[in-house]
């Protein structure tokens, strides 16, 4: 059974940082790219960023809003991806969702999200 | 960027109609990379449709997809009452960016 299980999530201060986790199972991990998306209440799904796989070179990816500030990694050793957020601004609470990347299929499976708030 | 455009924003309906939805992106889309999303609160969000026309696994034949180029469609046959949500659909074919619809919710008339 695939699962995908964020972690991390909390209160933290505008301009400061926080690190999410998404750990995966029940598929190769090594082999898929992993995409974050996020939700902000009452707004729609947006796009944060997405890392390839060590075959693809790890290359990373980013949404405009988010570029500069927000760095994703893998350690496949561990089945896990980051989320490294830093000089956070308060437009960037939501719910962020770790999602798997399916051959030619969008994104195929995908956490439960973990909430950030960013707040003083 | 790819912008996609969805419509209408919302659509009230009763559990037996059909529905659908639409989805218009400002470019072409490469190879039909064109996904279709449904999500409940509190849930994640679930792969319907991908390549703009495939089902994905365990998904009913009342949800079909169709559309290529800049025009795309997610048509619910008979609507029943787990279908009642806000649906995405999410190009992937321009790299690196992918982009959402801003979605459409589908609720009880």
């Known amino acids: 059974e695939v699962q995908v299980v964020e972690s991390g999530g909390g209160l933290v201060q505008p301009g400061g940082s926080l690190k999410l986790s998404c750990a995966a199972s029940g598929f190769t991990f090594s082999g898929s790219a992993m995409h974050w998306v996020r939700q902000a209440s009452g707004k729609g799904l947006e796009w944060v960023g997405r890392i390839r796989s060590k075959a693809n070179g790890y290359a990373t990816a980013y949404a405009a809003s988010v570029k500069g500030r927000f760095t994703i990694s893998r350690d496949d050793s561990k089945n896990t991806a980051y989320l490294q957020m830093n000089s956070l601004k308060t437009e960037d609470t939501a719910v962020y969702y770790c999602?798997?990347?399916?051959?030619?299929?969008?994104?195929?499976?995908w956490g439960q999200g973990t909430l950030v708030t960013v707040s003083s | 960027d790819i912008v996609l455009t969805q419509s209408p924003g919302t659509l009230s309906l009763s559990p037996g109609e059909g529905a659908t939805l639409s989805c218009r992106a400002s470019q072409s889309i490469s190879s039909n990379y064109l996904a279709w999303y449904q999500h409940k609160p509190g849930q994640a969000p679930k792969l319907l449709i991908y390549a703009a026309s495939t089902r994905a696994t365990g998904i009913p034949d009342r949800f079909s997809g169709s559309g290529s180029g800049t025009d795309f469609t997610l048509t619910i046959s008979r609507l029943e009452p787990e279908d009642f949500a806000v649906y995405y659909c999410q190009q992937y074919g321009s790299s690196p960016e992918w982009t959402f619809g801003q979605g459409t919710k589908v609720e009880i008339k």
């Open positions: 999602s798997r990347q399916g051959l030619g299929r969008g994104v195929d499976y």
